[in-house]
């Protein structure tokens, strides 16, 4: 088993519509949670973090962190076509260790 | 701004030659890493070092070989480049920290071996 899974999409969806990223993660040591925007040709560049458990919001982007499910989501609101772009989910245990990556959801975003 | 600057874009390289792939990082960041990504496969770790002159296999490190002389400057070495490491590489910084190793990436080099 993987230690984070995350679905490679594609997904497609039209403007204004409310998307659902997820991940889940097998490691439960796993403390500290992600994403990560990619878009073509450009490396990741960090979209949200979170700590442990919980919500946290930023604009449109809402990233969520159910450590008993292993499971993490990102959501975004009125989806635009700039949003269009590939989402990695990535995260680590506490203490200097490298993230462990998703492989990344293909987002498009149809006006 | 975090910078994380790559050497090239794109890179065509044969069978065979030693290829360096140079990344620096304009933040006095501690912690440097490399990655390949490929289709179907996400990001996968390479090599990464925290610290001058230190370096640590990550999951693929078969291949390849790093250096950082400077603490700005990490680089990817392919002793002896094959068509399979044809891919897109990554760097990436990021301060020592407990747990909020955010990292900052480079724009990425785009590696093709004939």
């Known amino acids: 088993q993987k230690e984070v899974e995350q679905d490679p999409g594609p997904l497609s969806v039209p403007e204004g519509a409310i998307v659902s990223l997820n991940c889940t993660y097998s490691?439960?040591?796993?403390?500290?949670f992600m994403w990560y925007r990619q878009y073509s040709r450009k490396g990741p560049e960090l979209l949200m973090y979170t700590y442990s458990s919980g919500n946290k919001e930023d604009g449109r982007f809402t990233a969520q962190v159910d450590k008993s499910s292993k499971y993490i989501s990102l959501f975004i609101r009125d989806s635009q076509p700039s949003d269009s772009a590939t989402y990695l989910c990535a995260m680590t245990t506490a203490g200097n260790t490298p993230l462990v990556f998703g492989k990344g959801t293909r987002l498009s975003v149809i006006a | 701004d975090v910078k994380v600057t790559q050497s090239s874009r794109y890179l065509v390289k044969r069978t065979g030659e030693k290829v360096f792939l140079e990344c620096v990082q304009d933040?006095?960041?501690?912690?440097m890493f490399w990655y390949r990504q490929d289709p179907g496969l996400g990001l996968r770790l390479i090599y990464f070092s925290y610290d001058v002159k230190m370096k640590e296999k990550g999951d693929i490190p078969e291949g390849y070989s790093v250096s950082r002389e400077k603490k700005e400057r990490f680089s990817l070495i392919l002793e002896s480049a094959s068509t399979n490491q044809t891919s897109m590489y990554l760097c990436a910084s990021s301060k020592a920290s407990r747990g909020t190793d955010t990292q900052y990436f480079g724009p990425g080099t785009r590696l093709t071996v004939l």
């Open positions: 490691n439960s040591a796993f403390q500290y």
């Open positions: 933040m006095d960041h501690e912690n």
